[in-house]
């Protein structure tokens, strides 16, 4: 089992940056991994972000060139930097990570709120 602790979200203004961090705990060791998806109101939730554990990272093609992902395995930390908000960014971020121990799990924590105002 990996639990996951989202902080970060807020109100912010369209233009404006926020930082969520994640922090696991658990059976982080087979972690590979790490990453953030949101939801909307009234829409799926999606991925936005992924770091595996060598570093490697995706995005998706709304949020390439202003969210900025990273993670210290070492703290077993996951963290979104994301600068020049908009209002369509406006959603419950959900951490996510997947673990390899046997077969693939995912774990999602509980979600923080970014709102970002026009």
């Known amino acids: 089992q990996v639990q996951l602790v989202e902080s970060g979200g807020g109100l912010v203004q369209a233009g404006g940056s926020l930082r969520l961090s994640c922090v696991a705990s658990?059976?982080?060791?087979?972690?590979?991994?790490m990453g953030w998806y949101r939801q909307a109101p009234g829409k799926q939730r999606d991925l936005i972000a992924t770091?595996?554990?060598?570093?490697?990272?995706t995005y998706v093609d709304s949020v390439r060139g202003r969210f900025t992902i990273s993670s210290d395995n070492g703290k077993n930390t996951v963290s979104l930097q994301m600068n020049s908000l908009k209002p369509e960014d406006t959603a419950v971020y959900y951490c996510?990570?997947?673990?390899?121990?046997?077969?693939?799990?995912?774990?999602w924590g509980r979600g923080t709120q970014v709102t970002v105002s026009s």
């Open positions: 996510y990570v997947r673990e390899s121990n046997i077969g693939d799990r995912n774990y």
């Open positions: 658990g059976s982080v060791r087979f972690i590979n991994v």
């Open positions: 770091i595996t554990s060598d570093g490697t990272t």
